[in-house]
């Protein structure tokens, strides 16, 4: 056997196991991509249900938006005409009501000073005119006052 009988049997033998890998690779890859049909396939069957079944809930969601979007207006509605009734009412018994309190009030006054006139009291001492305190419409001298009134009607002195 010369050196080129060796070289070609090496090369022969370097062939078949390059063949034999490259099989094997083809092999497994054939396998792989069986595998990736099936589960594409598996994966379009569940996804078609899914599908319509999402379409049937966007379909179920924009009628309910659409329910809601009435209600909706139909609140704006109604705060509208009870803005417009309370605007009404307003203008319609506001006027007249103030004047009936306001007449009421005079009444009061008037009776209420027709019973019982209240006489003018003398201002303090050098201190200026008495404190008074305002209560609900009624002007009634202040404790303070009142206290150095009874201490100068008994002659004392402040």
Do not use: H
């Not at 099936?38 to 329910?67: F, M, Y």
């Not at 109604?78 to 009412?89: C, R």
């Not at 009501?97 to 003398?122: D, I, N, S, W």
């Amino acid at each position: 056997m010369s050196g080129g009988e060796v070289a070609g049997i090496l090369v022969a033998v370097f062939w078949a196991i390059l063949v034999s890998f490259l099989a094997v690779v083809l092999a497994r890859l054939a396998q792989t991509l069986r595998a990736t049909t099936k589960l594409v396939a598996d994966v379009t069957e569940q996804a078609v249900p899914l599908l319509a079944d999402a379409s049937a809930t966007v379909r179920s969601a924009q009628s309910q938006l659409d329910k809601v979007d009435a209600i909706a207006s139909d609140v704006q509605e109604v705060t509208s005409n009870a803005s417009a009734l309370s605007t009404t009412v307003a203008s319609t018994f506001g006027g007249p009501l103030v004047k009936v309190a306001a007449f009421g009030y005079g009444v009061r006054q008037a009776l209420g000073r027709r019973t019982a006139p209240e006489p003018e009291p003398e201002p303090a001492r050098g201190r200026g005119p008495a404190r008074r305190t305002v209560i609900v419409g009624r002007t009634v001298p202040s404790a303070r006052g009142r206290r150095s009134r009874r201490r100068n009607a008994r002659g004392q002195k402040d």
